[in-house]
């Protein structure tokens, strides 16, 4: 079965970094493209960046474009998300997901497994 647990989040003045974690477990992840998802208040879901196991390729969100990075360490199962010069309207809770075959640019729904979640808040 499937895992996925974050970890990282926090509270930060604006300008700050916080890096966030992806323990990911279950099953082995090649083929398999990682995202990274925020949910502020009364907001839908955003796709944030995104990760193929395998080949590293990576993309993200206009938004974040230059302040975040996405990584993966293949040995410990993890999956990384730095945020630098982080802003007041980065404040949401950021999901882990995971899914097989999917397009680096997939949407949420196109992902199978979630994690639970964890809270980011930037205040200004």
């Known amino acids: 079965q499937v895992q996925l647990v974050e970890s990282g989040g926090g509270l930060v003045q604006a300008g700050g970094s916080l890096r966030l974690s992806c323990v990911a477990s279950g099953r082995t992840f090649s083929g398999y493209a990682m995202g990274w998802f925020r949910q502020a208040p009364g907001k839908e879901r955003e796709f944030v960046a995104a990760?193929?196991?395998?080949?590293?390729?990576?993309n993200y969100a206009d938004s974040v474009k230059g302040r975040f990075t996405i990584s993966r360490d293949n040995a410990k199962s993890t999956v990384y998300l730095q945020m630098n010069s982080l802003k007041p309207e980065d404040t949401a809770v950021y999901y882990c997901?995971?899914?097989?075959?999917?397009?680096?640019?997939?949407?949420?729904?196109?992902?199978?497994?979630w994690g639970q979640g964890t809270q980011v808040t930037v205040s200004s």
């Open positions: 990760i193929k196991w395998s080949s590293g390729t990576t």
């Open positions: 997901a995971a899914g097989k075959f999917v397009a680096i640019d997939a949407a949420d729904s196109e992902y199978s497994y």
